[in-house]
């Protein structure tokens, strides 16, 4: 049974770092695509990052350089560091497949101003 849960979310100010983590099991992680995606308030969910199994990464625009993701396979973990958070960047946080429904429940981030 696939399984991706989230932790590390919580309230921060601007400017502040938080980093999440997306622990995996139920399927070969080391073969596919993870991602992070995040739902804003009344807003659909939008990828943030994405890391391929070889550890090639790619960002949304939105990101400039303040987010890494990065995995590791042995530990089946995927991970967001998130530094300099402004409030547009509260949301709920999502780890997924990529091309797959499985989600975790999600992680919340706030940005406090």
């Known amino acids: 049974q696939v399984q991706l849960v989230e932790s590390g979310g919580g309230l921060v100010q601007t400017g502040g770092s938080l980093r999440l983590s997306c622990a995996a099991s139920?399927?070969?992680?080391?073969?596919?695509?993870m991602n992070w995606l995040r739902q804003l308030p009344r807003k659909e969910r939008e990828l943030v990052a994405s890391?391929?199994?070889?550890?090639?990464?790619n960002y949304a625009d939105f990101v400039e350089g303040r987010f890494t993701i990065s995995r590791d396979n042995a530990e089946r973990t995927l991970d967001l560091q998130m530094n300099n958070l402004t409030p547009e960047d509260t949301a709920n946080y999502y780890c997924n497949i990529e091309g797959t429904g499985h989600w975790g429940q999600g992680t919340q981030v706030t940005v406090s101003s």
């Open positions: 139920g399927f070969a992680f080391n073969m596919y695509t």
């Open positions: 890391i391929r199994p070889n550890g090639v990464t």
